[in-house]
C-alpha cells in the first residue's frame, strides 16, 4: 500500500510534521522569478545562509578595527581560523578532527593529494574512474598521469555502465579492480556520480582498492552534506569535497580534504608543501626546513582565507545543529515523495514517460534526481524556468533536480510535479 499522495494537502501536511521544518527559515530563497521559485540546484549551488552575512561582517569589522592584528584579537583570531571549521567539517564526513582541514579549492586539492597518493612506478602506474567523471576531475587525472611521464590511454581505466544502462554495476567495479591487480596505482572516484546521483560503495571498494595494494581517493563534491560517510571507518586513503554545493558555503566557496590518519604522521610522504602546513609551533620562527604539521593540515600551502571560510562556519553552524542524522531522515522522505509523484505523472498520462536514471534503492542514491524526459527537449526546460523551477538541464534532455532536504520542502516537491506535468502537452 502507498502511503503517499499526490495532493497540495498531503504536501503541506508532511511540511507540518517535519522536525526539521524551520531551518528552511534560515536560509534566504531566490526572489528573482515573477513566480515562487522552486529551487532544486542545491547540488549546484547551495543556497545562502542568513546567518552567512554577520560572520563575514564580524571579519570585515574586525580587519577595520584591528588591521593584522586581526590575527591574534580579532572575536576569532584569524592565525588558527580553519581550526574553528575542522571539527564541524569532520562529523559530516566521519573522520578525526586530524585527519581533516578546509582549504583551497577542490581541484586544487585533489591534485595535492594525487601528489601525496599517486606514486606511479612503470609496473604499477593505472588510474582507475568512472566513465563520464565530473571534467575538472578528468583534466586532474590525466594531467596528473601526464606529470608522471605517462600517458592518460595507457594509464587511466574507466568502468561505466553496462550498454542499456545509466548507472555503474558495484560488481563490474570490484571485478575491474581485481582485474587491474598489482598495476592499479589509484583508485579516485566520485563517492555520488554528479550526473546520475549513484552512491558508490565506498567501504567495499576501498577494501577491495587496498587488496591489491592500491590507493583509494573519492571525490565528495556530490556526497558531502548529502549522504552519510565514515572515511575514517571506511579506510579511505585521501578524499576532497567542495563547499559549495551541499554545504551551502558560497560560490567557489572553500574545499575540504580528508587524509586517514594512517598517513597524516607520516613525514616522508611527497607533497608539494607550504608554510602553513609547516608545525604551527615553530611556523613563525621562519625555518628553513620544513615540518609539516602531523595532521591533514600538513597539506595547507597558505594562510586561511578567512572571508571565505567565515561563509563556511556560518553554514556548518547549523550542519551541526542538525546532524547528518536527522537531514538523511528527511531526505530519505523528501526524495522519495519526490520519486513517487514523479511515477504518478507517469502512470496517470499515457504521453508522458520521465524515466528515473538514478538508483532506485534508497541506499544506493543521495536526495538528487535525475531524469530522462523522452521524447522532450529543451522546450520542456524553459517552461520548467518559465514557472519558477531552478533545476539543471543536461543535452539531450536529462533533467537534474536536487531536493535538499535542509531547506526544500514537500511542497516543492508536489509543485515541480504540477510544473513538470502541465508542460508536456501531447
Ligand atoms: C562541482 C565539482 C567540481 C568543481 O571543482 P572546483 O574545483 O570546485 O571548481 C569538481 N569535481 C566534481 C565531481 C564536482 O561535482
Redesign the pocket.
Known sequence: MNIWENTLEFAKKQDELDPLKDYRNQFHLPTFHKNKVTYFTGNSLGLQPKATKSFINQELNDWAKWGVEGHFHAERPWMPYHEFITEKAAKIVGAQNNEVVVTH????NLHLLMVSFYRPSNKRFKILCEKK??P??QYALQSQVKFHGFEPSDAIVEVGPRDGEYTIREEDILSKIAELGDTLAMIMI?GVN?FTGQVFPMNKITEEGHKVGAKVGF?L??GVGNIPLSLHDWGVDFAAW?G??YLNSGP?GS?GLFIHEKHVKNKDLIRFAGWWGHDKNDRFLMPDKFNPMPSAEAWQLSNAPVLSLAAHLASLEIFDIVGMKALREKSLKLTGYQEFIINDINNRNEHINLEIITPKDPDKRGCQLSIVAHGQGKALFEKLSDNGVVADWREPNVIRIAPVPLYNNFEDAYNFGQIIEKSITN
Do not use: Q, R
Not at 579549492?105 to 586544487?108: D, G, K, N, Y
Open positions: 579549492s577542490l581541484t586544487t567523471a565530473f575538472s576531475d566520485g554528479y571525490d563534491a556530490h567542495c559549495y554545493k567557489g574545499s
